[in-house]
Nanobody
Framework: QVQLVESGGGLVQAGGSLRLSCAAS????????MGWFRQAPGKEREFVAT????????YYADSVKGRFTISRDNAKNTMSLQMNSLKPEDTAVYYC??????????????????WGQGTQVTVSS
């Protein structure tokens, strides 16, 4: 079973950048679709971005399109989320997730069955 560990969160001013990383254990990482989700205080967890098992297909929530970039390195068992032009409304706990049932992009939270513990991102105005 793949285990996921996020890192790279922190405090940044509006307009700044952060890069989140997700390190995966296990030999089957390259078979799984991967995604990033976030949860702000008092709100439901929401989709941010997803990437196919090969990295050839990506998909983003409208709220982050053009500002965030998802990528993966299957040789290193890692996935990243480059976040630019950050806004206060991007403040949330960010989670990486894997869907072990498919290698295609997935946007629905319920299809993901492996989750990391989350990393806090705070954007100050």
């Amino acid at each position: 079973q793949v285990q996921l560990v996020e890192s790279g969160g922190g405090l940044v001013q509006a307009g700044g950048s952060l890069r989140l990383s997700c390190a995966a254990s296990g030999r089957t990482f390259s078979s799984y679709a991967m995604g990033w989700f976030r949860q702000a205080p008092g709100k439901e967890r929401e989709f941010v971005a997803t990437i196919s098992r090969t990295g050839g297909t990506t998909y983003y929530a409208d709220s982050v399109k053009g500002r965030f970039t998802i990528s993966r390195d299957n040789a290193k068992n890692t996935m990243s989320l480059q976040m630019n032009s950050l806004k206060p409304e991007d403040t949330a706990v960010y989670y990486c997730a894997a869907d072990s049932t498919t290698g295609s992009v997935r946007v629905f939270l319920k299809t993901y069955d492996i989750w990391g513990q989350g990393t806090q991102v705070t954007v100050s105005s």
